[in-house]
């Protein structure tokens, strides 16, 4: 098996000893690594692509700690951004029909063109018209409609919505 050996300081592999056992090595850590020193090298059998030492124990990075210390701002999802050293989370607006993040100003956007919303605009409408002509056969048999009206109005503000959006093509 081997043995990742890393400089305390830059967590960088040092040595990569080959062992029978991690029990061994710790047995007599000179043996496998002549400049073992145990204020300046620690050890472990996983090599970690990021390294981080927490209260002495050698461990992988986390995401946000990759984001936050190493500067990976790629790692950064939609909605997320950096704000005094912590990672800020911003839910999409339900409202909007093709949600788009903008990260040069931190906000989400409707990011639908002006074909997908005059298609959604017509779906829409035969969505209403079908719930209305529901609706009528409900209300005819005596059925509560309640749940029809709430999606018909829902249809409404989205409608609505859409319609108050103009795009440049």
């Known amino acids: 098996m081997i043995i990742y050996i890393y400089d305390i300081k830059t967590l960088t592999v040092v040595a990569r000893p080959i062992v029978n056992s991690y029990r061994e090595f710790k047995a007599e850590p000179i043996r496998y690594y002549p400049k073992w020193n145990v204020d300046y090298n620690i050890s472990t059998e996983i090599e970690f692509q990021s390294p981080i030492l927490d209260s002495g124990v050698i461990r992988e990075k986390t995401r946000e700690e990759l984001i936050l210390l190493d500067n990976k701002t790629e790692l950064l999802q939609e909605g997320e951004y950096i704000e005094n050293n912590k990672i800020i989370r911003v839910e999409a607006p339900s409202y909007l029909f093709k949600k788009l993040w903008n990260k040069e100003i931190n906000v989400w956007e409707e990011g639908a063109t002006q074909e997908e919303i005059n298609l959604e605009v017509n779906r829409l409408i035969d969505e209403f018209t079908i ?39």
């Open 131 to 169: 719930l209305g002509e529901q609706k009528e056969r409900w209300i005819k048999y005596g059925f509560d409609v309640l749940e029809i009206e709430n999606k018909m109005a829902e249809n409404i503000i989205q409608r609505n919505y859409l319609l108050t959006i103009e795009r440049g093509n």
